[in-house]
């Protein structure tokens, strides 16, 4: 339950992204239910199988929409921009120094903890990446076909610096969802241990 927020968005964002789609959707549940193998399932929306393009995309809404979600928390309520571009130039005190004072922002506790619960549950299942391969080859087959018929020049001049401005923008979000994880990894790990000697269970 502490990821349902996470867990909301990732299923929502399926079922309006398949909406947008027209593809037909059924039931939705944002509630843990136990599968017969053991697994635990956190939330799922089941949707009519279409196209490879529209399979992908419904796959592939949850990364997009919590990408785009933790880059904003991220940048416009916790300030990490900052932070981060610190770590990466390597200047450690300086980055220390943003995350002693991040707890004076604003509903820090608040945003800190959607960015969590939403980071560590944007990525796709495996069942939402059934298309993906398919749709991988169908677009590696075109590029290929481009460039046998001479268009190499002109994807050199005009996608490629769009493609790696896209790209680097990407890595920084992803760079802040992984320094969120990694402010929370000793909290998380002192919690983990707490419960699991309160209740006798633990979980690998």
Do not use: C
């Not at 593809?23 to 399932?41: A, C, I, M, N, Y």
């Not at 130039?89 to 943003?98: H, K, P, V």
């Not at 268009?151 to 969802?177: D, H």
């Amino acid at each position: 339950m502490i990821f349902l927020p996470g867990v909301f968005l990732h299923e929502l964002s399926h079922f309006v992204m398949a909406k947008t789609l027209r593809v037909r959707t059924g039931k939705f549940s944002v509630f843990p239910q136990s599968l017969p193998d053991g697994r635990l399932q956190l939330g799922y929306v089941e949707t009519s199988k279409s196209d490879v393009v529209r399979d992908s995309l419904i796959g592939a809404a949850p990364l997009i929409v919590g990408t785009l979600f933790v880059a904003y928390v991220a940048i416009y309520h916790l300030q990490m921009r900052v932070l981060w571009d610190a770590f990466r130039n390597g200047q450690i005190d300086l980055f220390w120094l943003g995350v002693r004072t991040l707890p004076r922002v604003p509903d820090f506790y608040l945003w800190f903890y959607l960015a969590f619960a939403v980071s560590s549950t944007m990525m796709p299942s495996e069942s939402d990446r059934h298309a993906w391969l398919e749709l991988v080859i169908s677009i590696g087959v075109l590029m290929g076909i481009a460039l046998l018929v001479g268009a190499g020049p002109w994807m050199a001049s005009n996608i490629a610096p769009r493609l790696i401005n896209f790209l680097s923008s990407v890595a920084v979000i992803f760079g802040l969802s992984v320094l969120v994880h990694i402010l929370l990894i000793l909290p998380t790990t002192l919690i983990h241990k707490l419960l699991a000697r309160a209740t006798g269970v633990d979980i690998a």
